[in-house]
């Protein structure tokens, strides 16, 4: 069997055969996931579960919309990682890297801590910092968004100019774009989330901010800075990849899954489109040391594996040649009433 290692990060499970002597093969790529943390395994069911009846949504958004180009990537989305590989205590699956996979972004976002925690940790009073803007209508978000990134740079690209002329302060911090819809409404509210290298730093951009847009769209009091206290929740709080998938409409109600969140899939259609292609985090200021920014996983010939295929009816992966399920993961009643019942088509 011909070996292909090309593929880079995008298959995990790159191929399988049968070799000369009759025995099943197959090549997976990447680090694998640990088999032992069942919560872990869990949790990926449920994001599974989740994401395929978002997809289904989507799908059908995609449709009406007349977006076939979409409509692919969100199919690819729903099968992600529908026939995951066992072996060594390890699973490895092949992953659709799209933006809107919860189950992809839950792997992403362990692999961004890995990355940058290690080089923000040296940092020694880090602030945490939200800028933001005036809600703003489906059709302007898009419009909201480029500006987002460009004052941004702008601001970075002033200070480094200053920077290097010896004669201002080099802006050095994470960033992460995310934004939240309002169904009540029916606004969408971008922001920034930014952990800085220090407090200058945090209001020099708090600052500069306030100062590209009119006070009608970016007032003082909508905007947060604070020391960071716990560096690494502060991290895992700003990676978030974009937008929340529930939302609750009563705002009381929102610290957790209840029978009235809803998950409003046409105003995440909306804020998904007016991200395509933009980035979502990124650093500033710094880089990150060329052997944690390269970090390529092997790949490996697996000759004695399980193979195990998604069922949507039970919300597990199930054995292809036996009964066993993986996780055993059971969905909650409550999130099955929200996923059968309150995926919201329409508002946006
Ligand atoms: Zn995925």
């Not at 992600?80 to 060594?88: F, G, L, R, S």
């Not at 708090?206 to 991290?235: C, F, M, S, Y």
């Not at 990676?239 to 899939?265: C, M, N, V, W």
């Not at 790949?299 to 009816?313: H, R, T, V």
């Amino acid at each position: 069997m011909e070996q292909t290692f090309d593929k880079g990060l995008i298959y995990t499970l790159a191929e399988s055969g049968t070799n000369k002597r009759g025995q099943n093969n197959t090549i997976v790529n990447g680090d694998g996931t640990d088999l032992n943390n069942i919560d872990a395994l869990k949790g990926r069911a449920k994001r599974k579960t989740i994401t395929q009846s978002m997809m289904l949504k989507l799908i059908d958004i995609a449709k009406e919309n007349g977006e076939p180009e979409l409509e692919k990537a969100y199919w690819n989305t729903y099968y992600c990682q529908q026939e995951v590989i066992t072996a060594d205590g390890k699973l490895y699956g092949k992953y659709c890297k799209n933006r809107f996979c919860t189950l992809c972004c839950s792997i992403r976002k362990a692999e961004m801590i890995n990355k940058y925690y290690p080089e923000m940790r040296k940092w020694k009073k880090p602030y945490f910092l939200t800028l933001t803007v005036k809600s703003c209508t489906a059709p302007k978000l898009d419009l909201y968004i480029k500006k987002f990134n460009i004052g941004f740079r702008r601001i970075t690209a002033k200070y480094r100019k200053k920077h290097q002329r010896g004669r201002g302060k080099l802006l050095v911090g994470v960033k992460s774009l995310e934004c939240n819809f309002n169904p009540k409404a029916r606004t969408y509210n971008p922001h920034f989330h930014i952990i800085t290298k220090d407090r200058e730093t945090a209001e020099i951009l708090l600052k500069e901010w306030l100062k590209l847009w009119t006070p009608k769209h970016a007032k003082r009091p909508a905007q947060n800075i604070q020391k960071v206290h716990d560096l690494e929740k502060g991290l895992i709080e700003i990676i978030k990849y974009g937008s929340k998938i529930f939302t609750e409409p009563d705002l009381k109600k929102r610290a957790k899954e209840t029978d009235t969140t809803q998950i409003y899939a046409k105003a995440l259609d909306t804020i998904l489109t007016a991200m395509k292609g933009k980035r979502i985090f990124d650093r500033f200021g710094f880089n990150l040391p060329k052997s944690i920014a390269k970090h390529r996983p092997q790949a490996k010939l697996l000759s004695n594996f399980k193979e195990w295929e998604y069922n949507p009816k039970i919300g597990d992966w199930e054995s292809t040649s036996t009964a066993e399920v993986l996780t055993g993961y059971k969905a909650p009643s409550h999130l099955q009433a929200i996923l059968d019942n309150n995926i919201n088509a329409n508002l946006s």
